[in-house]
């Protein structure tokens, strides 16, 4: 397998974390970002000149091309981007408030949006290049009580799915991943916030973030899998546009696809009444 160097945001954890130490032990070289440097280099715990650990906060669009810059500049090009970075906000919209929305679609969506932004000068300079995008299952077919959640990871997705055709006369190729439940901290409170206001009303929702809690360590996901996959991806002349990772996020996409199309072509007739009969 060639050696690459890769750009990963939100490495401290999780399926970042997961991600950049198998890369590491097989020789690649990393830039990895975190809003704590010191906190992600601990957790990765490789003192080798292959390993860069970058400080970012990705709600400073400067600083994110100052980053890109620096690890372009270490290791002297940059072959695979990972947005990778992300949080989950639970709450019904009218719990949650202007600041804890704007800075979950920040996060969520905005960030990874800039950092293809500033990192395709360096690719499309190079003509060559892959960027993989981690949304989620939820971007694809929404939950109750996640909706904010579900909107910017929907938005990567169909941002992704258009950046990958504006790229690819430069020869970069874009993935966009919608995972499904992996056995992290993800619905921990290391990744997961609730809206500051809880309304009693809303029953049903509380009931299932009760259940949705009681997930924990249950997940049927295998995050060292999911970073061997990530770099089969990174090494795929074809790879996909879209991939569903985890049986559970595969079933769930089957399942709302085949809802899909049932609606639509019940539909038909009422899509079809406003066409022009000349």
Avoid: C
């Amino acid at each position: 397998m060639k050696q690459k160097v890769w750009f990963v945001t939100g490495a401290s954890k999780g399926l970042g974390l997961a991600l950049v130490k198998k890369l590491l032990t097989e020789g690649h070289s990393v830039a990895a970002t975190s809003r704590d440097a010191d906190v992600l280099a601990a957790a990765v715990g490789d003192p080798s000149k292959n390993f860069l650990s970058l400080q970012l906060d990705l709600r400073n669009e400067a600083a994110i091309g100052s980053a890109l810059r620096e690890a372009q500049q270490h290791f002297g090009r940059l072959d695979v981007i990972v947005n990778n970075a992300g949080y989950g906000i639970g709450g019904t919209l009218e719990e949650l408030n202007s600041d804890e929305i704007e800075q979950a679609i920040d996060i969520n969506l905005n960030a990874p949006i800039f950092v293809m932004k500033y990192a395709i000068p360096y690719l499309r300079e190079q003509k060559s290049g892959h960027i993989i995008n981690i949304s989620s299952i939820a971007g694809f077919a929404g939950a109750m009580s996640w909706g904010i959640y579900n909107a910017a990871k929907a938005g990567l997705i169909a941002f992704s799915e258009a950046f990958a055709q504006e790229v690819k006369e430069f020869g970069i190729q874009v993935t966009v991943i919608a995972p499904g439940a992996f056995r992290t901290e993800f619905i921990t409170s290391a990744y997961q916030v609730q809206a500051g206001k809880e309304m009693p009303e809303y029953k049903a929702v509380r009931e299932t973030q009760t259940r949705y809690a009681q997930y924990h360590g249950k997940q049927t996901g295998d995050p060292a899998k999911a970073a061997k996959v990530m770099m089969d991806i990174a090494n795929h002349p074809d790879a996909p546009v879209l991939l569903f990772l985890g049986s559970d996020a595969y079933k769930r996409a089957l399942d709302k696809i085949e809802s899909w199309t049932e609606s639509i072509k019940q539909l038909e007739t009422l899509s079809t009444a406003t066409d022009i009969v000349d």
